[in-house]
């Protein structure tokens, strides 16, 4: 029997060891300007943490103040259980892993390595131990005698790990690391930094504002906008149950039917749209929020063939057609004025075309619809 179960532990007993890394209501302002609003955040131990959000949203600052180098104006921050809000950077056991690698250009790639724990008095033979692990954990054993103007991109990049890996950090703090490389060297860097992570069990602290690259990596992802954070979820939460609007339509296509339910019955709520066709909604919001809401569906859950009830059923116009290879995207638009986009993957034997201006009716699973907190425009943008 497992002990958490057992009715002998008192029930005060944590469920969850507190967090590796908490931000508790840290704000930061540079003048008039709050850059980071009551950001409150609980990272654990070895887990590969992002933070995601459109330029200048403050990741950057929310990252600097975890390492030391920017002070909260307000708000504490505790590392494994230390409140080192007041505590320089040097003495916080983190390391932080920019954008620009900013090696040692007149130093070897071990030497660059070594650079931490030389810094620190490590004793020799333990240095080159240390040396020699963190090399391996990013693929470098070789190249220890280049120097970094000999290195592509991408090892540079992973010299740059290596030499805060040889640090035995508790955790790391990435800031966009692989942004300055072109795509393809950056979706194999992410595998490869995924894979480190892993292996060496250090807890990641990533910063990104590359949707794709928050989802392939991560543990857990905090959204945010505008210096708060929206959502923390895992990447499959996020993109199945968006909590808000913007959430909604920075991780993956923003889809937004603007509702009224009209009826409400057995935990479903249907909004109307004439003969036959309904949104159907599980989970309605509860009974005294506003009539009108946000529901979004996500693009490749809207089927163009009937489906078991409960079920959305929508009469709408084609307005857009994109044939993409295996998949076709339409944009649809629903008696309100709403428009949609569809995802239809071309694995249907009937082989069916669309045109512009044509009927179609839409089909999708009430589980699939959300309400969402969040105001959109009225007007969407359907991004054809
Ligand atoms: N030292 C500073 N003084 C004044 N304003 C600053 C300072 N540093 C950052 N800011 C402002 O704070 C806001 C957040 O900046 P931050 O660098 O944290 O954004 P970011 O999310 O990392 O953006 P990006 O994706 O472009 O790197 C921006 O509006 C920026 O101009
Ligand atoms: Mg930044």
Known sequence: MNVRDSPIVAPQTPLRPAGHIVLDEVTKDFGANRVVDRVNLEIERGEFFTMLGPSGCGKTTTLRMISGLEEPSSGRIRLQGVDVTDVPPARRNVNM??????LFPHMTVAENV???????????????????????????????????????????????????????????????????LDLKLRKELQLELKHTQLETQTTFVYVTHDQEEALTLSDRVAVMNEGAIEQIATPRELYERPATAFVAGFIGVSNLIHFRADERE???????????????????????????????????????????????????????????????????????????????????????????????????????????????????????
């Open 97 to 102: 892993v920019f954008q620009a690698y900013a």
């Open 114 to 180: 070594a650079f931490g724990p030389r810094l620190r008095k490590v004793r020799r033979a333990e240095r080159e131990q240390r040396v020699a692990e963190a090399m391996r954990s990013v693929r470098l054993e070789g190249l220890e005698e280049r120097r970094p103007g000999q290195l592509s991109g991408g090892q540079q990049q992973r010299v740059a790990l290596a030499r805060a890996l040889v640090n035995r950090p508790a955790a790391l703090l990435l800031d966009e690391p692989l942004g300055a």
């Open 266 to 384: 057995n935990g479903l709520a249907r909004m109307r749209f004439g003969e036959g066709q309904q949104v159907a909604l599980r989970r309605p919001p509860s009974a005294g929020t506003a009539s009108e809401i946000l529901v979004t569906v996500r693009p490749e859950k809207i089927k163009l063939e009937p489906l078991p009830e409960p079920a959305s059923r929508v009469e709408a116009t084609v307005a857009d057609v994109l044939y993409l290879g295996s998949m076709t995207q339409l944009v649809v638009e629903l008696p309100n004025g709403d428009r949609l986009t569809v995802h239809r993957m071309n694995d249907a034997v009937d082989d069916r075309q669309f045109a512009p201006g044509e009927r179609v009716t839409l089909y999708w699973a009430a589980e699939h619809s959300f309400a969402i907190e969040g105001h959109a425009p009225p007007v969407h943008d359907t991004g054809s």
